[in-house]
Nanobody
Framework: QVQLVDSGGGLVQAGESLKLSCVASRINIKISTMGWYRRAPGKQRELVAHLTGGGKTIYGDPVKGRFTISRDDAKNTLYLQMNDVKDDDSGVYYC?????????WGQGTQVTVAS
């Protein structure tokens, strides 16, 4: 069973940085499509960042230029570096991975931005 364990959320001041991690098991992130979504209270889930096995990245418009998705193949871990965070970045962030056409999700990690 694929398992994704995301962590790294917390309380952060506006303008500061935070780094989320997603440790993957039974899925090779080097060749898989991986990414991050978030959900804020009262809002729909939205794409934050997406990374293909070939290394192509896609970012949601609200985070372009501020967030960076990356991975450590040796650790089979996906990251999301969040810089210059804003109030609207608050929400629960979910790691996901796609293997053989099936999507898997982490349990979510809460990010709260205080202004």
């Amino acid at each position: 069973q694929v398992q994704l364990v995301d962590s790294g959320g917390g309380l952060v001041q506006a303008g500061e940085s935070l780094k989320l991690s997603c440790v993957a098991s039974r899925i090779n992130i080097k060749i898989s499509t991986m990414g991050w979504y978030r959900r804020a209270p009262g809002k729909q889930r939205e794409l934050v960042a997406h990374l293909t096995g070939g290394g192509k990245t896609i970012y949601g418009d609200p985070v372009k230029g501020r967030f960076t998705i990356s991975r450590d193949d040796a650790k089979n871990t996906l990251y999301l570096q969040m810089n210059d965070v804003k109030d609207d970045d608050s929400g629960v962030y979910y790691c996901y991975g796609r293997k053989l056409g099936v999507e898997y999700w982490g349990q979510g990690t809460q990010v709260t931005v205080a202004s």
